[in-house]
C-alpha cells in the first residue's frame, strides 16, 4: 500500500522568505509527526498531532515554525522568514495511533536556505 | 573498528562480520524502544522494537538486546552486508505515542 509522502523533495528559498512543506500519511493513521534533521545529525521532534486532540507544539523551535493537520489527513509544515539555519531535510511520520508506536517515515523534504 | 565521524559515531566492519551498534538511553522509566535504519536520502526505517518487559529479541538477522540497570540498548547485526550501510538510530518511548531519537551510529561496511 501507499507510504508517507512528501512534497516536495527538495525546496530552494531566499532568506526571508516563507515555505510550506507538505505531508501525506499513510491512511487510517490518527497519529501525524514532523521531524527536523540537520545534515549529518540526529532526528529532532517538532510537533505531533493526534486524532482530534490538540497538537503537541512543544518540539518547535520559533514561532516562525508552524503546523495544520485538516481532521487525519494532510499536514502542512509552515516556516515564515526563513533563516540559513533552518536548511534541514524536514521528515514527517505517521502512527496508527493506539497500541503501536511504530512510525512510519516518508522520504523527507529538503529545505535549503541560501 | 569504530572512530567517531564530524558528526555521527561511525562503526566500519567487513562483510560477513557481524555487527554491534549501541546506544544509551536517557529515561529509566521508558517501556519502549525501536532502533531505525535510514539509509542515504531516505527517512528511518523500521527494524525491530523490543519492550521493557524483554531483555532480548530476535529478527531476521538482527537481534536487539536491552539491559534496563545501564539504560543500554544493542542492535546486532548478523552476517553483515552491503545493503547495511546506512545511519541506525534507536529510539525509546518516554510519553505517549512519542518517541525520542538518539545521535544515530553511521555503519560502513566494506567488501
Known amino acids: 500500500g501507499a507510504g508517507v509522502s512528501q512534497s516536495p523533495s527538495n525546496k530552494v528559498t531566499e532568506k526571508g522568505k516563507d515555505v510550506e512543506l507538505r505531508c501525506d500519511p499513510i491512511s487510517g493513521h490518527t497519529a501525524l509527526y514532523w521531524y527536523r534533521q540537520r545534515l549529518g545529525q540526529g532526528l529532532e521532534f517538532l510537533i505531533y498531532?493526534?486524532?482530534?486532540?490538540?497538537?503537541?507544539k512543544s518540539g518547535l523551535p520559533s514561532d516562525r515554525f508552524s503546523a495544520e493537520r485538516t481532521g487525519e489527513s494532510v499536514s502542512t509544515l509552515t516556516i515564515q522568514r526563513t533563516q540559513q539555519e533552518d536548511s534541514a531535510v524536514y521528515l514527517c511520520?505517521?502512527?496508527?495511533?493506539?497500541?503501536?508506536?511504530?512510525?512510519?517515515f516518508g522520504p523527507g523534504t529538503r529545505l535549503t536556505v541560501t | 573498528g569504530e572512530s567517531v565521524g564530524l558528526h555521527l559515531p561511525t562503526l566500519s566492519v567487513q562483510e560477513g562480520d557481524n555487527s554491534i551498534i549501541n546506544c544509551a538511553y536517557s529515561?529509566?522509566?521508558?517501556?519502549?524502544f525501536i532502533w531505525y535504519k535510514q539509509e542515504s536520502g531516505k527517512g528511518p526505517q523500521f527494524i525491530i522494537d523490543?519492550?521493557?518487559?524483554?531483555d532480548k529479541r530476535q529478527g531476521q538477522r538482527v537481534t536487539v538486546l536491552l539491559n534496563k540497570t545501564v539504560k543500554h540498548l544493542s542492535l546486532q547485526i548478523a552476517a553483515t552486508q552491503p545493503g547495511d550501510s546506512a545511519v541506525y538510530f534507536c529510539?525509546?518511548?518516554?510519553?505517549?505515542?512519542?518517541?525520542?531519537f538518539g545521535t544515530g551510529t553511521r555503519l560502513q561496511v566494506f567488501p
Open positions: 523490543i519492550r521493557s518487559n524483554m
Open positions: 529515561n529509566s522509566a521508558s517501556d519502549y
Open positions: 498531532f493526534q486524532g482530534n486532540s490538540a497538537p503537541d
Open positions: 529510539a525509546e518511548n518516554m510519553d505517549t505515542d512519542k518517541l525520542i
Open positions: 511520520a505517521s502512527s496508527p495511533g493506539t497500541s503501536s508506536y511504530e512510525q512510519y
